[in-house]
């Protein structure tokens, strides 16, 4: 999934620039959107059977009609926990708000953000088509659930028997005497790793019996125990899954370069991954 913002003034057109967006995406895959509001949700109205819900103490609550059309309302959902939702089954996220967010940005007005794709004074001012070239040649954002939905939805899924899987977290602790990590930041020779990473999964997907590979190692700055890399594997029968899957990391750690700086509570230094 690509993900972009859209940051600025209240009058700067942020809704409507997210609204042309939309437009146009909608045509290349399913859009996802996030809001970010400075108010208590309007959906669950007094009175309503789902506001009851929620008094009587539902932490989340659905509306779900016969077609299919729904609504949901919830406690304690952060920005990461929305995307990592939208992630499944949809190929584009646009965001409206959270200005502290690090995210491929649209800044409008005077807004100020970390990594700026376009930009203009009102949504008027922005290019659509420029936008969503740059849209699309951002790093995509993935997780373990959205690449095995992609392994699910394979042609050759009706032939496959196992979906195995490898997850690499941020470690706090190498040792019970180490300074603890607080945070890992990557770095990667993009073109050489892009190159590196596809001709893996290439050559991995071609062994018999594997269908699917999907690898993919975060960039920029992963705190302690989140999850920094993903290897799945779609294939006929378990053996050739958990070797492939074996065989993906392993390569991909003495393969594909990477660069991390660590970050502990009493110092900081780079290494290679």
């Known amino acids: 999934m690509k993900v972009i913002r859209v940051v600025g003034p209240s009058d700067a057109g942020k809704t409507t620039l997210i609204e042309r967006l939309a437009d146009c995406l909608a045509d290349l895959g399913r859009v996802g959107t996030v809001k970010h509001i400075a108010c208590e949700p309007t959906l669950d109205t007094d009175g309503t059977d789902t506001a009851r819900h929620r ?67 009102t949504a008027d001012d922005v290019d659509l088509d420029a936008v969503i070239d740059a849209t699309e040649a951002v790093d995509p954002y993935e997780t373990l659930e959205s690449l095995v939905a992609r392994a699910k939805a394979s042609p050759d899924a009706d032939r496959a028997g196992a979906i195995a899987t490898f997850t690499g977290r941020v470690r706090t602790l190498d040792d019970a005497d180490d300074d603890p990590t607080e945070w890992l930041e990557f770095e990667r020779y993009e073109t050489v790793a892009d190159e590196r990473m596809a001709a893996i999964r290439e050559e991995l997907t071609a062994r018999d019996g594997v269908y699917e590979v999907f690898l993919h190692h975060e960039t920029g700055v992963v705190d302690a125990g989140e999850d920094v890399v993903y290897v799945v594997v779609l294939a006929d029968h378990r053996r050739e899954a958990f070797e492939t899957v074996e065989d993906g990391i392993d390569r991909l750690k003495d393969e594909v370069p990477l660069f991390k700086r660590e970050v502990t509570v009493t110092d900081e230094f780079w290494a290679h991954e």
């Open 55 to 121: 008094t009587a103490g539902a932490a989340e609550t659905y509306g779900l009609t016969d077609d299919g059309d729904w609504f949901a309302t919830g406690e304690e959902l952060s920005l990461t926990e929305a995307l990592d939702r939208l992630a499944v089954d949809c190929r584009y996220a646009l965001v409206e708000g959270y200005g502290t967010a690090t995210l491929p940005t649209v800044a409008l007005g005077d807004a100020d953000a970390e990594t700026v794709i376009a930009a203009g004074e």
